[in-house]
């Protein structure tokens, strides 16, 4: 009976993760052309992938570096970019304390937005259940995202200029965005978040993405409170 049903767990994390892959099809293929452009060995560049595994950090410190930007800055530079990721261990870290050892260090290392938007909404399944859904679609965004970088290494570069694939960035996180928003102050969060975002694009280091994040929080916050 549990074999089926982690079956069934396993099923449902694979069948939920491949469609929000799909707008990441585009994403890695403008990684492959970054790549290409940047100088970097390609074999290097696409090595990125599994020890970075977060395309926007990647795609960052791949474009400084390619740039001539010195390595202390572009890592700073991808850190900021990730800084959401703080926010993310935060709401999943009561489902990672029921988690065994093994789980709590390495099962962070699979956290993408897309992987967060489905956790999130399965946080208080049982330990089990949770991890078995957890790893099932964070192993299908894994491979698939080396396998698409490599493949964006040769098309990238070929994909006429006209198709925009950089628009595909901004729908990818459009979509995880309005997948999230299930409550008023979350709503919230968003809205200031982003026009802050905006408002701070003009710092130095993408520093505009920090203040984006703490805003939005605080404004997340503060809403939250005034409806309780």
Known sequence: MNSSLDRSIVKRGIVDALPLFVPAIPFAFVIGLVIVESGLSPFIGWTSSWVIFGGAAQLTIISLLGSGTAVAAAITAALVVNVRYLMYSAAL??????????????????????????????ADDEPKDFRTY??????????????????????GPVVPEAWNLEFAVSILFLGLIVLGIDKYPKLIAALVGAGATYLAAGLPNRGGLLVGAFVGILAGTVAERLRE
């Open 134 to 155: 957890y790893l099932s679609a964070g192993l299908v965004f894994w491979t698939l995202w080396q396998i698409t970088t490599a493949v964006g290494l040769v098309v």
């Open 93 to 122: 870290a009561p489902a990672f304390q029921r988690q065994p050892r093994w789980m709590r260090w390495l099962g962070p290392y699979l956290v993408i937005d897309q992987l967060f938007a489905l956790a999130i909404l399965r």
